[in-house]
Structures are given as structure tokens and as C-alpha cells.
């Protein structure tokens, strides 16, 4: 049985599991260097990695369905992302 899978789909399907194994990969790191101030700064390299993937994976997802899904629906996904991204910055 053969399956066939959306390009979109499968893009992000590989941007999740690139993620997934930079997070492991940091972990694995963390442990290795065993310094709590190496580890801070580990993690806050991943703080970028994260929110780059969810807006990737959430345009990547929107331009699949774009036949699917009206412009005012698209614009208000995005501004989710947004205030999503813009509360982990505010204080």
C-alpha cells in the first residue's frame, strides 16, 4: 500500500523532528558540559529555535490551504502567532 502524503505536510512534518532533535541534542549537551551557566545559555539558544519553527511550520501549513481557508481567517491565525510571540517577550 503506497501512501501518499502532502508536500506541505511532510515539510513540516521534517521541520518537527529536526526540532525535536535539536532540543534532545541540547539536552544531551547540557549534560555533557554539567555547568549550570553553559546550560542557561543552551537553552536560551533555544528559545530562538522555537518560535522560529511555529511560525515556519504555521506558514507552511497556510499556504497548503490556502484554497481551504479564507483571508480573514489566515490574518487572525497569524496575529495569534503574533501576540503569542509578543507575550513570551513582554514582562
Do not use: H, Q, W
Request: contains cysteine; positive net charge.
Amino acid at each position: 500500500m503506497i501512501i501518499i502524503i502532502e508536500r506541505a505536510l511532510l515539510f513540516i512534518i521534517l521541520l518537527r523532528v529536526i526540532s525535536g532533535s535539536i532540543e534532545i541534542s541540547a539536552a544531551a549537551l547540557m549534560y555533557k558540559f554539567n555547568d549550570l551557566e553553559k546550560a542557561f545559555y543552551i537553552n536560551s539558544m533555544l528559545a530562538l529555535v522555537g518560535p522560529i519553527i511555529l511560525v515556519v511550520t504555521t506558514g507552511i501549513a497556510l499556504s497548503g490551504l490556502t484554497d481551504k481557508i479564507s483571508l480573514t481567517r489566515m490574518i487572525c491565525l497569524f496575529g495569534g502567532i503574533v501576540l503569542i510571540l509578543f507575550s513570551l517577550k513582554s514582562k
